[in-house]
Nanobody, 127 residues
């Protein structure tokens, strides 16, 4: 059984930074696509960032481009989301998601494309 566990969320002031972690455990090789999504109260879950299995290609939502960075350490089965210049509108529960990669160039922006999800970690940006 594959499990994803997020950590690193918390309360931060506007303009601050946080780094989220997602540890993947269970029966999954390193050839998997990872994504980060978020869901604010009363809103639908939205795409934040995704990475190919080797981390060479990364894709971001326009709302976070230039402020957030997705990276991964496959030796540690860990994916990171470095968030900088945080804004109040970044407040949400952040989820990591995984799916098996179909090829070296595979990545996905749609939540429905992912098979495994973490439980989420709360990020609150407020003064």
């Amino acid at each position: 059984q594959v499990q994803l566990v997020e950590s690193g969320g918390g309360l931060v002031q506007p303009g601050g930074s946080l780094r989220l972690l997602c540890v993947v455990s269970g029966r999954m090789s390193s050839e998997y696509v990872m994504g980060w999504f978020r869901q604010a109260p009363g809103k639908e879950r939205e795409f934040v960032a995704t990475s190919t299995w080797n981390g060479v290609t990364t894709v971001y939502a326009d709302s976070v481009k230039g402020r957030f960075t997705i990276s991964r350490d496959n030796d540690k089965n860990t994916v990171y989301l470095q968030m900088s210049s945080l804004k109040p509108e970044d407040t949400a529960v952040y989820y990591c998601a995984a799916r098996y990669a179909t090829n070296y160039y595979d990545y996905a922006r749609l939540a429905t494309a992912y098979d495994y999800w973490g439980q989420g970690t709360q990020v609150t940006v407020s003064s």
